[in-house]
């Protein structure tokens, strides 16, 4: 089954910790953008890349880093930069770059950092 | 600055009630309006796209409908497992890349 697979489901670390989320699609979409989640917000956009080695920094990119080697992957790093780390985040793909398709969405990771 | 407000925030049902979701949005230039449902625990799975007013889709117990500034989720005879968060999404012509998200309304179907 094609999807969007988010590793691992839930997070913990220390504070000053940088921890790695994992995202990978097998639709061979091309796009793929980062959301994090907070109770009674809207999904907030922290990156998003249209092609491999390519990305962009979205609302919310202060504290965060991407990178986009191969096409399947899109890894988020929360650093200790970030300071409310502890949220939802969600990995979403959407089929083509030119942005008329819906986004689909990973399982997502609950990262809690104390 | 693109917008999004969901309303009720929640919205308690007794099942087979009939009722409305708001989505209000503002936005330099629709391009795309996306309905969701979010499960507890689980990542938002695609509903709908609106792309211009008067357009209306339809599955099973859901109905959305677009106008210039707003959309409507419309539940028919809800049923228990229709309960979750519905999510509004908004994308504009100006930077596409973007997709603009509501807090969202929580829908409780009692049986």
């Known amino acids: 089954d094609g999807g969007i697979t988010q590793s691992p489901k839930y997070l913990f670390r220390k504070e000053g910790q940088n921890v790695t989320l994992s995202c990978e699609q097998n639709?061979?979409?091309?796009?793929m953008y980062w959301y994090r989640q907070d109770p009674g917000q809207g999904l907030r956009l922290i990156y998003y890349s249209q092609i491999v080695n390519d990305f962009q920094k979205g609302d919310i990119a202060e504290g965060y880093s991407v990178s986009r080697e191969k096409k399947e992957s899109f890894p988020l790093t929360v650093t200790s930069a970030q300071k409310n780390p502890t949220a939802f985040y969600l990995c979403?793909?959407?089929?083509?770059?030119?942005?008329?398709?819906?986004?689909?969405f990973g399982n997502g990771t609950r990262l809690t950092v104390t | 600055e693109d917008q999004v407000t969901q309303s009720p925030e929640a919205l308690r049902l007794q099942e087979g009630e009939s009722s409305s979701l708001n989505c209000s949005y503002t936005v330099s230039g629709l391009r795309g309006l996306f309905w969701y449902r979010q499960d507890p625990g689980k990542g938002p799975e695609f509903l709908f796209t609106l792309y211009s007013a008067g357009e209306e889709k339809e599955k099973e117990r859901l109905k959305a409908t677009l106008t210039k500034k707003e959309s409507f989720l419309h539940i028919t005879a809800p049923k228990p497992e229709d309960s979750a968060t519905y999510l509004c999404a908004v994308q504009g012509s100006y930077n596409f890349n973007k997709f603009y998200f509501g807090s969202g309304t929580k829908l409780n179907v009692k049986p």
């Open positions: 979403a793909s959407s089929i083509d770059r030119s942005g008329t398709s819906p986004l689909h």
């Open positions: 639709l061979n979409h091309d796009a």
